[in-house]
């Protein structure tokens, strides 16, 4: 089984989720749509900056895009938004939005458990 399988079948999911095509997640990117496709078909492997700005865009950590799991998948999936009709320049204001939202409840999770 090519190790890359499990990111390529979540990122298809987390993408088709959100409902947003390839395109505009190239475009997010700033790589050519057909790269996307070798991505989610596990023929190109992801470099790891493209991860983590996936993993900003969707609202999930980069190891959610590793998740193997089918319970903890479907836990995450369920929370993804969809962000139908949205220009490149949303998708950019969105990833940064939700990466502020993770490192602020990273913190709160750190916090809580320093006062336990």
């Known amino acids: 089984m090519n190790p890359y399988e499990n990111i390529a079948k979540n990122l298809a999911a987390f993408r088709e989720r959100r409902g947003l095509s390839q395109e505009d ?5 700033g790589v050519k749509r057909p790269m996307i496709s070798y991505y989610e078909t596990a023929e190109r492997e992801i470099p790891l900056l493209h991860l983590e700005k996936l993993a900003d865009l969707y609202h999930v950590e980069v190891s959610d895009l590793m998740e193997d799991s089918s319970t903890m998948k ?9 962000t139908d009709e949205l220009k490149p320049e949303d998708l950019k204001s ?11 409840l990273k913190m709160t999770r750190i916090n809580q458990d320093g006062e336990k």
């Not at 479907?74 to 969809?82: D, E, P």
Request: hydrophobic share 65%.
């Open 74 to 82: 479907a836990a995450t999936l369920a929370f993804a938004f969809r």
């Open 25 to 29: 997640v190239a475009v997010y990117l």
């Open 94 to 104: 969105i990833a940064e939005f939700q990466k502020v939202v993770k490192n602020y």
